[in-house]
């Protein structure tokens, strides 16, 4: 468990997930809303910058390209910055959301996801360092330009993926 130390109770009648900016369908999704959309499952292992990795996890949730058919991410759209309810946030370009193991996760191991670990929903992006997933996710804003998240902004790199050892820019 790594984050900022907030973890944001979950009130299923008020939550929401937002998705806004440059898209052709801004989306205000409620939890009921979100889980009745198509489900997907991918496992996969998770690296943080702080050395350590854990191995073999089974997320559930909503294929973030599912979103995408959703939202219509207009041709301006080049960048995703991921908001949370402990008000982090992290950026991505949208170039590097577009495989199938990108996922709205909300389950981990088949059990609602743990609030320790994000819950009620997160996005997972195996291939990159674990800043770039984001825990308690309440809102997906798609930009033309580039905004630093948290940890971007205080020095992290903008992709981060550890295979390329892109920790710090
Ligand atoms: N909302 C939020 N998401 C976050 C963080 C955070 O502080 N707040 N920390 C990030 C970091 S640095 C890591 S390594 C992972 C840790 O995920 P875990 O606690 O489920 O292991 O969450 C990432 N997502
Ligand atoms: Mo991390």
Do not use: M
């Not at 979100?34 to 909503?62: I, K, M, N």
């Not at 905004?147 to 981060?160: A, Q, V």
Request: proline share 8%.
């Amino acid at each position: 468990v790594l984050d900022l130390g907030i973890h944001p109770p979950f009130d299923e009648a008020t939550w929401r997930l937002t998705v806004a900016g440059a898209v052709a369908r801004p989306l205000s999704l409620s939890w009921a809303e979100f889980r009745a959309l198509p489900r997907a499952e991918q496992v996969s292992d998770f690296h943080c910058v702080t050395t350590w990795s854990r191995y073999g996890l089974r997320w559930g949730g909503v294929a973030f390209r599912t979103l995408l058919e959703l939202a219509q991410p207009t041709p301006a759209a080049a960048f995703v910055i991921q908001e949370c309810a402990d008000g982090y946030t992290t950026n991505l370009p949208l170039a590097a959301l577009q495989g199938a193991a990108i996922l709205l996760a909300d389950t981990l191991d088949g059990q609602p996801l743990p609030i320790e670990h994000g819950g009620p929903l997160r996005l997972v992006v195996p291939p990159l360092y674990g800043w770039k997933s984001a825990k308690f996710l309440t809102g997906l804003r798609f930009q033309a330009q580039d905004t630093p998240g948290f940890w971007e902004l205080r020095g992290y790199h903008d992709l981060g993926d550890p295979w390329e050892g892109q920790r710090f820019r």
